[in-house]
């Protein structure tokens, strides 16, 4: 019953996945006693291949007596291994290694008393499969290095591809949105430079926001540009994990403090704004910990669905604190156009402000949980699909943000004729109560 339950638990890990580039993993295996350890997720083509080596191979009961054809590795698709639990739950079969429905790598009976074992399998099915270790005997704890690659052959020259199928265009297409948010940086500074008298200090933040997300998608694109390659990031991980740090922080903050009206509405934040940014600061330090743990040690480690829930939970959190600046924002306006007898202004401030809130909500549920859903349902060979789609969201957000908020010279000499600030007065009277 033990080992069911835990095998219908790893149905949230085959879930939770991220679908990671398949480079080659170097991973640690210490007195464990797991009945099912997933490692990477992978998206074979019809040439594909998977090496596997594992090493100081040692296990609590070595008793000659023991069934080890219960304890090894397989190749198992999502949808099989479905049905591989549903063997279990009808008492077909007592191991997940049992299954017609698996592809065997190899099991502890063929190590004939040896410590290490070495192997390269070809999978010339197409399809998406994750390498998964099984352990059927009870009580038995292994520890053992394993090391993996899994990658694709393409061309007559047999180029090892080590990017899964359907995410191998991914550095072109993340170097292609780098060059895009280059020239919007130098488009920006032209802006700057133009209405340099009416530029406030928010408009250079909103500078820094997308220089550091051109240089993300630059350490991104070298990034899985060498995994493709060589099947190591060589340190561009490193730098990769810094700028999505900072892009991370600052992207959040500034949203915050556009929110507040800081810098073009008012020089100051006040307490509760102030306490914003130090609940989502902190919280994006976090979050970017989360996500360089998830990503550099896999779903094999014991404590990888905690990161990956924590990761989660305080996106969400952040997601939802920045609209709070916002919304504080419109009923401030909201209460000034009733009584500084500037309706016709403090209304298009509104209905910017307005504007604004709802354009971050479809931005965060998007970029969450539509491109999520994407992903999930997204054949394994489109899977970049999901990608473009998140960056072509962010790029949208950036464009409608940067338009909105761009310098702009106030004339205080513009006189609004009595007709129009009649008018506005009248709609800010007739108006219902915006929902937020």
Known sequence: MGVSKSLVFCVLVFQLLSLSS???RFNEIRSDNRPIIPFDEFGFTHRGRLELNVSKISLSNSNPDLDFSKVGFFLCTRDSWLHVLQQLEDGEITCALQSDLIKHVFTFNNLNGKSEYNTIYSENDADQYTLVFANCLQQLKVSMDVRSAMYNLEGRSNNRDYLSAGKTILPRIYFLFSLIYFTLAGLWIHVLYRKRLTVFRIHFFMLAVVVLKAVNLLCEAEDKSYI??????????VLFYMFSFLKGITLFTLIVLIGTGWSFLKPYLQDKEKKVLMIVIP???VANIAQVVIDETGPYGQDWITWKQVFLLVDVVCCCAVLFPIVWSIKNLREAARTDGKAAVNLM???LFRQYYIVVICYIYFTRVVVYALETITSYKYLWTSVVAGELATLAF???????FKPEAHNPYFVIDDEEEEAAAEALKLEEEFEL
């Open 22 to 24: 398949a480079e080659i």
């Open 228 to 237: 493709k390659r060589t099947g190591s990031a060589h340190g561009w991980d």
């Open 283 to 285: 919280l994006q330090v």
């Open 349 to 351: 401030k509104l209905t």
């Open 398 to 404: 950036y464009v409608f943000t940067g338009y909105k």
